[in-house]
């Protein structure tokens, strides 16, 4: 035998695959060629540390592990499915509105319609604008003559507006981070 089929004979050997007369011809060669022995002692005990260590098994938290993995993920997946839902209604919402204005437009343009614009919605439209325009006016020079004179019912009405848009302020940042860090201590 040669050498170069030694190491392939080791292995069918090994495995139960040779025939007497191939067993006792490798044994034959083993037995002159020190190379080819050394082979067969380092392939045989290797085989047999591995015929008897057990298959390695997963640690017993193994499948917890990757459940919870899989609950985070499947948790993440439908936070962004809910942002995009958002994302989309708004979108739709602003649609429809635009859509809204675009068809009161057209029903304005139409010529019948337009002459009731023009004999009854305009002026109509025109005495609600002067009317807002006196209000308007009245109201500037009611501030106007506040900033003129501070006194203390301005200066208790500027604090009390800061005051209110401090609250105001501070409702609208703290919230959604409340919710927020609520959503991430479920998940
Ligand atoms: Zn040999």
Redesign the pocket.
Known sequence: ???SD?SEQISLYLDGLLDQEQVTRLQA??AH?E??RAEWEAVHWLSSILEAEPAAAPAPDFAARVNLRLQRREARRRRVRGGIGVLLGSVGLWGAAAVAVALLFVVLWQPSLRIVWLDVGRPLAGKAFSILAVLGRALYSVVHELFQRPSWLLLSGNAILALGLIALWTRIVLRPRALMLQVNAKT
């Open positions: 035998m040669h050498c030694c060669h083993l060629c190379a080819c």
